[in-house]
Structure formats: C-alpha cells, structure tokens
C-alpha cells in the first residue's frame, strides 16, 4: 500500500520568514492534494497537482509536484499567524477517484 | 454553494449503543468518502459511494461499520455497538470529479 512521509513532522517559524514542507510517497503518485487543518477542525482544500512538473500559487502558498521524485513540497512565502495549523498532503493510489491515502501531517506553530 | 455538511458535530454514546454519522455532500457532487482520525494517527480511508452504490470500503471495519448513500438524504455512517476504540474524529469528504471537499467532522466519544 501506498504511504506517504511528510517531513518535518513540526515546524516553528517566525512571522514573516519562509518555510517549506516536503511530502513524499512510497509509490507512484497520480494526484497529490494539500490540505491545512486548524486543531479540532475539518481539512481546507489548498491545492491538487496532478502532472509531473506541475507548479500551483495561491496567495502565499506554493506547491510543486517533483513525479520523477514522488515528492511534492508546499512552501509558504512570509509566514503569517493565519497560516497556523497541520498541513496534510493526500494522495490517490490509482487513476480513478478513489480514496486518498494521507501523510500524518505538519504542526505549523508561527511566532509573532 | 454550502459545503460539506456533517452532523452532528459531537456525538457521546455509551459502549454499545449506535452511532449514526449524517454528510450531506457539496450540491452536484456525487461522490461521497468517509475518513476516521483517530487520535495520534493520520487520516485514514473508510470508505467510497456514489448514489446507492457502495464503490470501495476496503478501509472499513469488518464488523459493526456500515456505511450508506441513498438516492434520496445524506450518506450515513452507522457504527453498532460502539466500543471505546471508536473514539475518533469522523470526516466526509466530497468530489465531483477529482478534488475532495472535506466537511467539519463528527467528534464521536465512546464513554
């Protein structure tokens, strides 16, 4: 079965630094998927990548998607209290719209 | 467009009872999953339905999990004979073709 390492595990960084989280699978991935999580919350869709090389921003988040590597790394540009929280990466075992295996997440902490 | 409804939001049930988790999935979407997050885990598929069809539940609990999703209602996860291992955050994710829309949770406690 598929399993996906997130690293680091846990994060604290001051506000307005940089940051990057690496998520990393045992096998082929067909679709990688990140979603934050504030504690006793549900999960925020980020952003999907789905082909190799693939690239995706929204607002101060970047994520990328290294195929060759079974890799993805999410990085947040000048760090904001708001973007406090566990960062999860997903992804699909297959080809179709199946269940999604997850990592066991990132522990954002932002220091003011 | 409302999200992805679940309810209730906290449920406390005594070993043995039943539980009853409802997810009204994102209006035009017909794919529903349900997720279990226990504590000091990840996140972990349950399973997959589209409208009355049960797709995949190889992460389902052999026994007492049955899980549904009516032509007509919300999806309902149905765990019988709740015991204190099902002590866990519930999520329901919807999609309509490739990315999943999480709702809230059901907090489930098994006093």
């Known amino acids: 079965s598929q399993e996906l390492e997130q690293s680091p595990q846990s994060l604290i960084v001051q506000e307005g630094k940089n940051l990057t989280i690496n998520c990393t699978s045992s096998?082929?991935?067909?679709?990688l998927y990140w979603y934050k999580q504030k504690y006793g919350e549900g999960l925020i869709f980020l952003m999907m990548?789905?082909?190799?090389?693939e690239e995706k921003s929204h607002e101060k988040i970047t994520a990328k998607l290294d195929e060759k590597k079974q890799q993805s790394s999410l990085h947040i540009t000048a760090s904001q209290p708001s973007h406090a929280g566990i960062y999860l990466c997903?992804?699909?075992?297959?080809?179709?719209?199946?269940?999604?295996?997850f990592g066991k997440g990132t522990h954002l902490i932002i220091q003011p | 467009n409302a999200g992805v409804m679940q309810n209730p939001r906290h449920l406390v049930r005594r070993r043995g009872q039943e539980a009853r988790l409802r997810c009204s999935p994102m209006?035009?979407?017909?794919?529903v999953y349900w997720y279990r997050q226990l504590p000091e885990e990840g996140l972990k598929f349950m399973v997959y339905?589209?409208?009355?069809?049960?797709?995949?539940e190889s992460g389902m609990p052999k026994e007492r999990f049955s899980a549904e999703f009516p032509k007509e209602g919300p999806s309902i996860l149905r765990i019988q004979q709740v015991v204190r291992g099902d002590s866990a955050a519930y999520f329901c994710?919807?999609?309509?073709?490739?990315?999943?829309?999480f709702g809230p949770g059901t907090r489930l406690l098994v006093l």
């Open positions: 994710a919807s999609s309509r073709e490739s990315a999943q829309y």
């Open positions: 096998k082929t991935l067909y679709g």
């Open positions: 990548l789905q082909k190799g090389g």
């Open positions: 997903g992804a699909r075992s297959g080809g179709g719209a199946d269940g999604l295996t």
């Open positions: 209006k035009g979407h017909s794919h």
């Open positions: 339905l589209q409208k009355e069809n049960i797709i995949d």
